[in-house]
């Protein structure tokens, strides 16, 4: 087989991806996320992921291409990115005081051999109850593409007050999964390096929300 794609721009599933150890390049998706009216939100992620793993086998066919996608769900009803600092506050108000679902899901696509993937993991996020913090958080502009508008490798740890479930799940690509799907698609990746990245939590905030 040959090289793995990763077919994202986010630098935080770059990271993580990196933390296994194999040989990755990095394409920018050319699909365009548009909610799909009628999907709930685990299954509105799932798609997003698989069409962003499809466009990229459409261009290297031959390759293994990986695709991730992160939304955030509250009251049974998805939240995105912001467009602005004034919508990033009126979700992070939303969320304060409360716990919300981060679900993210993974799609491996290998066009040649007609093989498609597609899993969803789900943690759950209890956030602080603090109108100040939430202030001082979107001065530091950190809030922007992210969903939900926060990050919690970042500053917008400061809001959280506990995870339930894989942390890597918040940060947008959960490597458990991650590493089953690459090895059911025959890319082989020892189970044992994984769980070393897991006991030794090398990323950002990691080790303090470790469920």
Known sequence: MRRL??????PRRKELLALLGVPFDVWAPTFVEQPIPGLV??????????EKARSGAVVWPDNLVLGGDTVIEVDGKLLG?????????????????????VHTAVAVCHRARSLECVRVETA???????????????????????AGSYSIQGQGAQLIEHV????????????????????SAGYFINRQVVEEVYRSKPYPNWARFAA
């Open 41 to 50: 939100p685990h299954e509105q992620v799932a798609t997003f992921a698989m």
């Open 164 to 183: 339930e479930g894989d942390y890597t799940i918040v940060v947008g690509l959960p490597l458990r999964a991650v590493v089953d799907l690459l090895r």
């Open 81 to 101: 990115k912001p467009c602005d600092k004034a919508e990033a506050r009126r979700m992070l108000v939303r969320l304060a005081g409360r716990s919300h679902q």
């Open 5 to 10: 794609i990763l077919a994202s721009t986010s």
């Open 124 to 146: 759950t996020v209890s956030m602080k109850a603090d109108e100040r913090q939430i202030e001082r958080y979107l001065a530091t502009d950190e809030w922007r593409g992210k």
